[in-house]
T-cell receptor
Framework: GAVVSQHPSWVICKSGTSVKIECRSLDFQATTMFWYRQFPKQSLMLMATSNEGSKATYEQGVEKDKFLINHASLTLSTLTVTSAHPEDSSFYIC????????????FGSGTRLTVV | AQKITQTQPGMFVQEKEAVTLDCTYDTSDPSYGLFWYKQPSSGEMIFLIYQGSYDQQNATEGRYSLNFQKARKSANLVISASQLGDSAMYFCAMREGLNNAGNMLTFGGGTRLMVKP
């Protein structure tokens, strides 16, 4: 089955530093990856859509300079939270899309970011 | 406007009984897909079941079935014979368009299901 590996699973960082989160499709090529953010007891909110070899498309209200997304290959997308602040503390989760089949959204295990 | 609505923030069900989680959706696209995911406390998103807008029959996957009422724009999840391990958040989601490529999933607010022993 399709597997998406997301690292790290949790991270604590100091305010003002940057954090990189990796999302890797292990056994399939993902032309599209989605990045979601989830606050406690809330739903998943789409942050951006990442397509291999092109610039990410950000949802309204998401700062592209703060949340840098790179999709350099068909198996890897990264989200970098730059100059993190406590309000950026959240659960971040990626989803990789296989072109074939309607079941093809595979999620990473998520990253819990805490900014202190 | 909300595209996916889950009106039950929390529900209890007795172990071994069936439970229905509600989901209504709104779209003008004739081609769409509806998904249900389970999210345990660990945070991972576990795919449960899928229903395409052109599918004639309701989807079933083991203990999960989807009660798809297209005219009412509802896609309720039915879990039969509830187990303690079913306690989790459940999300209904929709993809507009014919296929997944380039089309995001929009999620409902979720329902927290608690199974009582």
């Amino acid at each position: 089955g399709a597997v998406v590996s997301q690292h790290p699973s949790w991270v604590i960082c100091k305010s003002g530093t940057s954090v990189k989160i990796e999302c890797r499709s292990l056994d399939f090529q993902a032309t599209t990856m989605f990045w979601y953010r989830q606050f406690p007891k809330q739903s998943l909110m789409l942050m951006a859509t990442s397509n291999e070899g092109s610039k990410a498309t950000y949802e309204q209200g998401v700062e592209k300079d703060k949340f840098l997304i790179n999709h350099a290959s068909l198996t890897l997308s990264t989200l970098t939270v730059t100059s993190a602040h406590p309000e950026d503390s959240s659960f971040y989760i990626c989803s990789a899309v296989r072109d074939r089949g309607n079941y093809g959204y595979t999620f990473g295990s998520g990253t819990r970011l805490t900014v202190v | 406007a909300q595209k996916i609505t889950q009106t039950q923030p929390g529900m209890f069900v007795q172990e071994k009984e069936a439970v229905t989680l509600d989901c209504t959706y709104d779209t003008s696209d004739p081609s769409y897909g509806l998904f249900w995911y389970k999210q345990p406390s660990s945070g991972e998103m576990i795919f449960l079941i899928y229903q395409g807008s052109y599918d004639q029959q309701n989807a079933t996957e083991g203990r999960y079935s989807l009660n798809f009422q297209k005219a009412r724009k509802s896609a309720n999840l039915v879990i039969s014979a509830s187990q303690l391990g079913d306690s989790a958040m459940y999300f209904c989601a929709m993809r507009e368009g014919l296929n997944n490529a380039g089309n995001m999933l929009t999620f409902g607010g979720g329902t927290r299901l608690m199974v009582k022993p």
